[in-house]
């Protein structure tokens, strides 16, 4: 419930919004509105709204999925996903399939462009990384949590050898 001036509204919202409970706080919101009903949903920061928004474009995408998947990880990590063909970092999200990650991937790509910090090679090169570790037992979230620090350039067995050493 967000209280504006004495009226409350029921606001579906990220977990960063959540944890800002209790304080003050300016929330950005995108109203979805619909023959029967009027929904409001809320974010942290407006790059949140903007993804969401994107989102809502790609075909088969309603307010509730796009809401999970941006609640899912940072704006910014999802963009890159995105830019990448990242399939694996969608699926892992709980209701998104492997042909709504593809229709996301391929709807979304050409709107997106690769992060001026991470080279085309350089980004394969950690998807691998990350693929590999996830072979080796570790939840995809631990994995790119391990894979974090390393540097994208290195080798791909060297960035597993150091995200298997941190982990260590």
Do not use: C, W
């Not at 001026?116 to 631990?142: C, K």
């Not at 620090?149 to 597993?160: C, D, M, R």
């Amino acid at each position: 419930m967000l209280d504006v001036g004495g009226v409350g509204y029921l606001v579906s919202a990220t977990p960063r919004v959540a944890a800002r409970l209790g304080e003050e706080t300016t929330v950005e919101t995108y109203l979805h509105v619909r023959e029967d009903a009027l929904q409001l949903y809320g974010f942290a920061s407006a790059e949140e709204r903007a993804l969401f928004e994107l989102l809502l474009s790609v075909s088969g995408i309603g307010p509730k999925v796009a809401l999970a998947i941006v609640s899912a990880s940072p704006s910014d990590d999802l963009r890159r996903a995105i830019a990448r063909g990242d399939l694996a970092r969608f699926e892992a999200i709980p209701g998104i399939g492997r042909k709504i990650a593809q229709r996301i991937v391929m709807e979304l790509g050409d709107k997106l462009a690769l992060d001026a910090n991470a080279p085309a090679a350089a980004a394969t090169g950690s998807l691998l990384a990350r693929d590999a570790l996830v072979e080796l037992g570790y939840s995809l979230l631990d994995a790119e949590r391990a894979l974090a620090g390393i540097e994208e350039s290195l080798p791909v067995e060297e960035q597993v050898r150091q995200a298997l050493r941190s982990a260590a």
